[in-house]
């Protein structure tokens, strides 16, 4: 399976700021993906993250909010933009890789609290 | 579009004892199913996947899963669990053709094992 690592695994923040999570993959995955977990909730794709062009995203998530980028085939990272409390929640990156079947696998998360 | 229903928020049951989560699904393609588990404070793990082939599945740590297609479900089992599977357990469905790579999440349950 791969290893995948986010930076930071948790911040608070305030209203009006953006954050940057990385996520970091040990190997090179064809797929890389963006989830939000709200508190409580399940998992809610937010974008696929595309590598060398715009990411795909989600109906209800748009590029202005939660911009990604994904310069090569081992790293990835999304801002979450002008924060609101309504923004905190764990965010997960995920990987697919050719070999592993359609397996997902899955980061630790970022656990973002917006105050 | 897929959906993913889980039958039970929350599961309580004695260290030992055998433990049935359900998930039904709802697609209109063939699909791909997934069984997750979060342990407090952390990122998602991947416990059993059906892909194709054999209905019972085997996966990690005990589980193991029924795929019954013409029930559309995919119920996770283990016989005798132990006071370390008390975590959250998520249920996700992807398309088998055209795989965008998409994970459909259940709500998931909350498996709460008892001394």
């Not at chain 1, 990604?68 to 801002?79: K, V």
Request: proline content about 5%.
């Amino acid at each position: 399976s791969a290893v995948i690592s986010q930076k930071p695994s948790r911040d608070i923040c305030q209203r009006g700021t953006s954050l940057t999570i990385q996520c970091q993959v040990d190997s090179q995955v064809t797929m890389m993906f963006w989830y939000r977990q709200q508190p409580g909730q399940s998992l809610t794709l937010i974008a696929t993250a595309n590598q060398g062009s715009e990411a795909t995203y989600e109906s209800g998530f748009v590029i202005d909010k939660f911009p990604i980028s994904r310069p090569n085939l081992t790293f990835s990272t999304l801002t979450v933009s002008n924060m609101s409390p309504e923004d905190s929640s764990i965010y997960l990156c995920s990987v697919r890789q050719r070999g592993l079947g359609e397996t997902q696998y899955f980061g630790p998360g970022t656990r973002l609290l917006v105050l | 579009a897929q959906s993913v229903t889980q039958l039970d928020s929350q599961v309580p049951v004695f260290e030992e004892a055998p433990v049935e989560l359900r998930c039904n699904y709802s697609s209109s393609v063939s699909v791909y199913l997934f069984w997750y588990v979060q342990y407090p404070n952390q990122g998602l793990q991947l416990l059993l996947k059906y892909l194709s082939g054999s209905t019972l599945v085997k996966g990690i740590n005990g589980f193991e899963a029924d795929f019954n297609k013409s029930q559309t479900s995919f119920h996770l089992r283990k016989p005798s669990v132990h006071i370390s599977d008390t975590a959250e357990y998520f249920c996700a469905v992807s398309r088998s053709s055209g795989n965008t790579g998409k994970l459909i999440f259940g709500q998931g349950t909350t498996l709460q094992v008892k001394p």
